[in-house]
């Protein structure tokens, strides 16, 4: 009794957790030929002091590392074209990920924006419901089989027990 309430508490924790939980959103506008990265949490807050990783077009090592300041900018001067990734992430889990199309070194790319949570909140929040309780009812089917196959069954389970009678 008192461990399925256990269950149910952090069920309730855990759900609540991801309906208060937000999302992060970002845009890239050029700037006298830089590139101006701009991250911001769903709230409106700007994502301060956090960590960014730009990566050139084909390549896997970085072009420029560091923080964005306390207004979640960042800006950096690409200088070759192609598609940029600029990668903020923080310590609390939040991760955005844009990519940048350059068409020529200094020539203007418009507005690109990005991030945001891939699924609207209210059906993510349905979607993580039905993922822990399938979970919870896997465990709970792979703890009955084991039990009929241990115990109730004459097998010679944890609950099996030796036949009465004398011995022989």
Known sequence: MYRNLWILGLIFVLLVGRVWAHGVEGEARTFSGAVVVTAWYDTGEPMSYARVEIYAPNSRFRFQSGRTDRNGRVAFVPDVPGTWRVIISDRLGHRL????????????????????????????????????????????????????????????????RPPEGPPR
């Open 97 to 160: 990920e844009l990519r940048v199309k350059v068409t020529a070194p200094g020539k203007p790319i418009g507005e690109i924006h990005g991030g945001g949570p891939p699924l609207p909140r209210p059906l993510a929040a349905v979607v993580g419901v039905v993922l822990i309780m399938g979970v919870f009812g896997w465990v709970r089917g792979f703890k009955q089989v084991r039990r009929r196959a241990g115990g109730e069954d004459g097998g010679a389970g944890p609950d099996a």
